[in-house]
């Protein structure tokens, strides 16, 4: 069945960059958006960015921009998003997720929680 | 870009109880909205989508209506299984905002 796995938790200094992968597998890699969400500690849902994966095509939230990039590798059926100068406000868990044909998101993954601490 | 505004925050509701949840668009959105559950350590799971289609699998005790810059999302009869943390999502446009804050549902 279609399912995006996520890498592994990650703790980084402030000022540092943290790169997160999510691969895909049960359905055509190339035939979706992928997005990235996160979600602070007991906090609410944030759309990030998204990555088109047969084109690379990306767009960012305003309040990530310059900071944020998305990439993938079409080989490996794999999107990475890539957060610098990192803040310890960007402690969360960050997530990827399938846009079904509609635009919502139909499969998420399982989720990789980024630490930021000194 | 496009603000989504839920309520209430915090909804107490017993086994068995119909409950609805508001989620409002600060500018049209058509029928362009999501709604997800979340239970705790869980990824969000797509309940809803084009405002009223349920996603496959999902019970018909959950049902969403509204269009333009209104929407809910009703459970028609409470179970164990549904005290969780709702959220709908606009996806007019992909933009910071595009998910509400959320409503959790706890056993009264």
């Known amino acids: 069945q279609a399912q995006l796995v996520q890498s592994g938790a990650e703790v980084e200094r402030p000022g540092a960059s943290v790169r997160v992968a999510c691969k895909a597998s049960g359905y055509s890699f190339t035939g979706s958006h992928i997005h990235w969400v996160r979600q602070a500690p007991g906090q609410g849902l944030q759309w990030m960015a998204w990555i088109n994966p047969p084109t690379g095509g990306t767009d960012y939230a305003q309040r990530f921009q310059g900071r944020i990039t998305t990439t993938r590798d079409t080989s490996m059926s794999t999107v990475y998003m890539e957060l610098s100068s990192l803040r310890s406000d960007d402690t969360a868990i960050y997530y990827c997720?399938?846009?079904?044909?509609?635009?919502?998101?139909?499969?998420w993954g399982q989720g990789t929680l980024v630490s930021v601490s000194s | 870009d496009i603000q989504m505004t839920q309520s209430p925050s915090t909804l107490s509701a017993s086994v068995g109880e119909r409950v609805t949840i508001t989620c409002r668009a600060s500018q049209s959105i058509d029928i362009w909205l999501a709604w997800y559950q979340q239970k705790p350590g869980k990824a969000p799971k797509l309940l809803i989508y084009r405002a009223s289609t349920l996603e496959s699998g999902v019970p018909a005790r959950f049902s969403g209506g509204g269009s333009g810059t209104e929407f809910t999302l009703t459970i028609s009869s409470l179970l164990p299984d549904d005290f969780a943390t709702y959220y709908c999502?606009?996806?007019?446009?992909?933009?910071?905002?595009?998910f509400g804050q959320g409503t959790k549902v706890e056993i009264k």
């Open positions: 997720a399938r846009q079904s044909r509609s635009g919502a998101f139909d499969i």
């Open positions: 999502q606009q996806y007019n446009t992909y933009s910071d905002g595009a």
